[in-house]
């Protein structure tokens, strides 16, 4: 995440046992998903996950991978899990590392946290080698943009071309575009929002009394399995809906 602004569901997720929960969550699991069909084709090398809060998306496998937030918290969460990346806590708009450093960047659900965009997108074509990868999902359509925006910490949502724009604005040019997620995950999230809000208004620190019930670790094969079903009727959502309907987008691109 950014300095900027928080994203509220980070709350959840303070605890190790809530991790697990966002581990399993159908639409984090479908983004790591379309991110892992593409890396396959990336060469080794050394990657740089951008945002990565506390549910990464890229695993190290045989590739040097630096996973960067600006949540010390977030990122001391994942250190077992991920213990052959390297960890470096860091703000989106200002990488502290040397120009073309990396031969791949990956940066999923980062860049609409940011309220200074065009910063972000400068730095992170000046932290990618020359004919480097840049691989981005990012949520679509302006006119998509609600209440469940509004809660996680969204300043904007993106049309495609503005992507495109302002990956070309930085020397990065658009080499292939995928559909994540389609409409219903828009109207899925958009619930959960809102029931995620009256809980909260209704019960001020309900992981407090979940935790102490132990009602987390009777719930989590129940919500894992139910995540694991979802995710195939939002999958499906995603590849019968044309593109222009998507709620989220993957875009590659290039440093030339």
């Known amino acids: 995440m950014t300095a900027a602004q928080p994203n509220r569901f980070q709350d959840f997720f303070k ?3 809530y991790i697990a929960l966002k581990d399993y969550l159908y639409n984090y699991l479908l983004r790591k998903e379309a991110i892992g069909k593409v890396l396959p084709k990336e060469p080794a090398g050394k990657y740089l996950e951008v945002g990565t809060g506390s549910a990464p998306v890229v695993s190290s496998n045989n590739n040097i991978v630096v996973y960067t937030d600006i949540s010390h918290l977030a990122l001391k969460t994942i250190r077992h899990a991920y213990s052959n990346g390297m960890f470096v806590a ?3 708009c200002r990488l502290p590392f040397k120009s073309d450093s990396f031969s791949c960047l990956i940066c999923s ?7 200074d965009d065009k910063k972000a997108f400068s730095e992170i074509a000046r932290v990618v ?3 480097g990868s840049v691989i ?8 998509y943009y609600a209440f469940d925006d509004r809660f996680v910490g969204h300043f904007r949502r993106y049309e495609l071309s503005e992507m495109e724009n302002q990956l070309k604005g930085v020397g990065l040019t658009t080499v292939s575009l995928q559909k994540v997620l389609g409409p219903l995950e828009k109207v899925t999230m958009l619930i959960v929002t809102i029931c995620i809000h009256g ?11 979940v935790e102490k019930t132990g009602l987390l670790s009777m719930i989590l094969p129940l919500y894992k399995l139910l995540n694991q079903l979802y995710s195939v009727i939002v999958r499906f959502d995603s590849k019968v809906m044309p593109l222009k309907f998507s709620s989220v987008l993957l ?4 440093k030339k």
């Open 136 to 143: 981005i999902t990012f949520p679509h359509r302006r006119s």
């Open 90 to 92: 860091a703000d989106v």
């Open 199 to 209: 809980l909260r208004r209704l019960s001020p620190k309900p992981a407090d009394s």
């Open 129 to 131: 080698k020359p004919s």
């Open 109 to 115: 659900e980062v860049l609409e946290h940011v309220q």
């Open 15 to 17: 605890d190790k046992k």
């Open 251 to 254: 875009i590659k691109a290039i």
